[in-house]
């Protein structure tokens, strides 16, 4: 099994800039892809960002220029610098990532999500 944990939301002021992070553990043989996805109230879940093990990244459109995703492919770790944050950017943003076990190929796995708050 792969774990997820993401950190490093809160309440910040629209404009500022904020970092998450995630780390994934587990019994990881390799890990294909980890991505960013975020859930505003009463919304769908959207894909913000996310990085290959080639690290090619994909940025959302609402998100490009204002955010990166750092990843480091040896500790099994991205982050999302997040930059010139908007009050629409109120979501809890949740860390996925497509990975390889000893049992399992190609799995995606959730973290349970970290809220992010940006105040007008």
């Known amino acids: 099994q792969v774990q997820l944990v993401e950190s490093g939301g809160g309440l910040v002021q629209a404009g500022g800039s904020l970092r998450l992070s995630c780390a994934a553990s587990g019994s990881i043989v390799r890990i294909n892809a980890m991505r960013w996805y975020r859930q505003a109230p009463g919304k769908q879940r959207e894909l913000v960002a996310s990085?290959?093990?080639?690290?090619?990244?994909y940025y959302a459109d609402f998100v490009k220029g204002r955010f990166t995703i750092p990843g480091d492919h040896a500790k099994n770790t991205v982050d999302l610098q997040m930059n010139s944050l908007k009050p629409e950017g109120t979501a809890i943003y949740y860390c996925?990532?497509?990975?390889?076990?000893?049992?399992?190929?190609?799995?995606?796995?959730w973290g349970k999500g970290t809220l992010v708050t940006v105040s007008t």
């Open positions: 990085i290959n093990s080639g690290s090619g990244t």
């Open positions: 996925n990532a497509d990975a390889q076990t000893a049992i399992n190929y190609g799995v995606t796995y």
